[in-house]
C-alpha cells in the first residue's frame, strides 16, 4: 500500500537537509524519507521541484516546500514539544540565520574550496567568515549557553550544520582556535540526541523501495 506520509526528499550530508530533518527529529513528525543521489536525481523530484535541489518537502495535494526553513518551521508548527519557536530573541534569531544563508554560506564555500578561488588564500576566505558568523555567535554565547538562551531555538538548529561544515575544513586549526564557547555549543550539537538521530543512514531511494520513515524509531535503552 502506497504511504500517506509527507515525502522528505533529502541528502544525509547537505546543511539545509540536516537544518529540516533536525526540525522534524525535534518535532516527531513522521515522513516518508526518501535519499536522493544528487548525481541521478529522481524523476519525481524534479516533478515537483525543477531546480532539485534538496531538501523538498511534498505535502500531496500540490503543496510542496522547497526552502530548508520552510520545513523546519513547517515541523515545528505541527508540534514543538522543546519550544524552539518561542525561545530566543526573534530579530537576532532571524539575523542570524539570514547571515549563515547569505555572507557566511558565501565566505565558507570559498573557504571549504579554495582552490578554485585562487584570488585570495583559504585563511583569508576563513577571516572573512569568522567575522560574519563566527564572531557574534561567540559573544552571543558568553552570556548563554544556546542562541535561544538557556535552551535551544530553531536559529541553534539552522545554523549548527553550517558551523559544523566550517569547523570541519580544517579541524586542527578548529580545535585550537579562541572561540572556546562557540566550539563548545557545536560540540554539545553533535552529540545531540536530534542531530545523531537525523544522521541515521538510508539507502537511496528509487521507486518501488521500501517506505523509510523518518524519524528512525528511537534505539531501546540498553
Known sequence: MPSTLPVLYSFRRCPYAIRARLALCCSGTPVELREVNLKRKPAELLAISPTATVPVLDLGQGRVLKQSLDILHWALQQNDPEGWLQHGDP???????????????????????????????????RDDAVRCLIEPLEARLAAQAQVGGQQACWADAAVFPFVRQFAAVDPAWWAGSPWQRTRCWLQGWLTNQHFLACMHKAPVWSPGAPVQRFPPPATPAA
Open 91 to 125: 530579530a537576532f534569531n532571524q539575523w542570524l540565520v539570514d547571515t549563515t544563508d547569505g555572507a557566511f554560506k558565501h565566505w565558507l564555500d570559498r573557504y571549504k574550496y579554495a582552490e578554485r578561488f585562487p584570488e585570495r588564500s583559504a585563511t583569508e576566505w
